[in-house]
């Protein structure tokens, strides 16, 4: 709903901002032997698709209206999972519903 979507903006914004940062940082680093590889995978909303939105008796992912191939893959990829791991039965029953 409303709220899930300004979650997942307000998410987006923070990630690419660290992002931003951190490759400025390093920039300045000669010789970074860090490899941020992961980190920035971990901050890419595309690595995770979108975010389920809930109450509706089924399984539905919501993106952003400008996620790239990779992320919309992905979110069809987090739906079969909460599919195939009962996610609206086990929340159901985790709510009393």
């Excluded at 923070?14 to 400025?24: F, Q, R, S």
């Excluded at 890419?44 to 990779?70: R, T």
Aim: glycine content about 14%.
């Amino acid at each position: 709903g409303f709220v899930g979507n300004i979650l997942l903006k307000f998410y987006e914004s923070v990630a690419g901002y660290i992002v931003d940062l951190l490759k400025g940082e390093l920039a300045a680093v000669e010789d970074a032997a860090i490899d941020l590889g992961h980190v920035f995978g971990v901050l890419d909303y595309a690595e995770y698709g979108g975010a389920p939105l809930l109450g509706l008796g089924g399984v539905s992912i919501i993106c952003h209206g400008g996620s790239p191939p990779k992320a919309i893959q992905n979110a069809v990829s987090v739906a079969a999972r909460a599919v195939r791991a009962g996610l609206v039965e086990h929340s159901a029953k985790e709510l009393n519903l």
